[in-house]
């Protein structure tokens, strides 16, 4: 038992070691008064991630770091949908930290939260992935996504913790800390392939651009003959479709069960979800679906989400 403790130790003061420093206080003053919260370094040239919930209204604010270093920092791009903010500092040289994969995570692996809840800097706690594939709803206006493969944890997290890192053993930051659902529940939004784009998006545009196709569904199981020869378990039942938009010009109806976008299997709506990101914008989609019985193919064009009327 000594043992194991000793080597549960070892990872967590290493971790902490490692992130500490590239992990800061944040106060922020915007429209909706002042708050707190956290950010991780992440280029050498000064910029933060953080949640988009954190700096919402705001344009700058303050940054301090470990080593005792306070800066002013710029908000670069936020997506409230992704919950996600890139920010800039005005200084450069600060640790950074480095990206993981989340997609590589597994349920009861060790995790390490690093943040500063209730304005106690540099704070580290520990625990376990508690489950994956959690969704969280997030809004924009009159907007709604739900945010994909939200990471759950029992690491203590608590108020100041938004935006700051969840790593794994290896400090690699594999998510962005982001709610408190509950007593002993936190959730952190993944770093992956999808996110990944986003922080990108962030970085270059400060906005992210979504694509709009107008439809709305949920998964149902496909019968044992075409889960074999599609190589899924489920589809996408149609049980919205908006008049007028990139799906129903293309024909999709109510009861539609979509098989397939651009190639992709559609076993979620989150699937659907990371389709519609910026370069699906005016390009052409194939969709294939079943439809009373029958295979079908529509190919639609979805348009940028905000400029339809």
Do not use: C
Not at 13 to 36: E, F, H, I, M, Y
Request: no cysteine; glycine share 14%; charged share 20%.
């Amino acid at each position: 038992m000594t043992e194991a403790m000793d080597a549960y130790s070892r990872i967590v003061t290493t971790v902490a070691d490692r992130l500490l420093p590239s992990v800061a206080a944040l106060s922020v003053r915007g429209r909706r008064g002042t708050g707190a919260g956290s950010a991780v370094a992440f280029t050498e040239d000064g910029f933060l991630l953080t949640s988009a919930h954190v700096v919402a209204g705001a344009e700058h604010g303050m940054a301090a770091f470990a080593d005792g270093r306070s800066t002013r920092f710029t908000v670069v791009g936020a997506d409230p949908l992704s919950d996600l903010a890139v920010l800039r500092a005005d200084t450069a040289g600060v640790a950074t930290a480095e990206l993981g994969d989340a997609d590589e995570l597994r349920i009861g692996q060790l995790v390490i939260a690093v943040g500063n809840p209730m304005g106690l800097a540099g704070s580290v706690t520990a625990g376990v992935v508690s489950g994956l594939g959690r969704s969280l709803p997030a809004r924009d206006g009159r907007h709604v996504r739900l945010i994909d493969d939200v990471i759950q944890t029992d690491a203590a997290l608590n108020p100041g913790n938004s935006g700051g890192a969840l790593a794994d053993s290896n400090g690699r930051v594999v998510g962005v800390n982001t709610a408190v659902a509950g007593y002993g529940l936190g959730l952190a939004v993944p770093i992956n392939a999808t996110t990944r784009r986003i922080i990108a998006d962030l970085l270059t545009e400060g906005e992210v651009r979504r694509a709009y196709l107008g439809v709305a569904g949920m998964p149902v199981p496909l019968a044992p003959p075409l889960a074999e020869r599609f190589g899924q378990s489920e589809g996408l039942r149609v049980v919205e479709v908006v008049p007028d938009s990139p799906a129903g010009v293309a024909g999709i109806y109510l009861g539609d069960v979509l098989l397939s976008a651009g190639g992709e299997k559609l076993t979620s709506m989150q699937v659907m979800q990371r389709l519609m990101l910026g370069p699906a914008i005016g390009s052409r989609l194939q969709i294939t679906l079943l439809r009373k019985g029958a295979l079908v193919d529509v190919v639609t064009v979805p348009t940028r989400l905000g400029t339809r009327s």
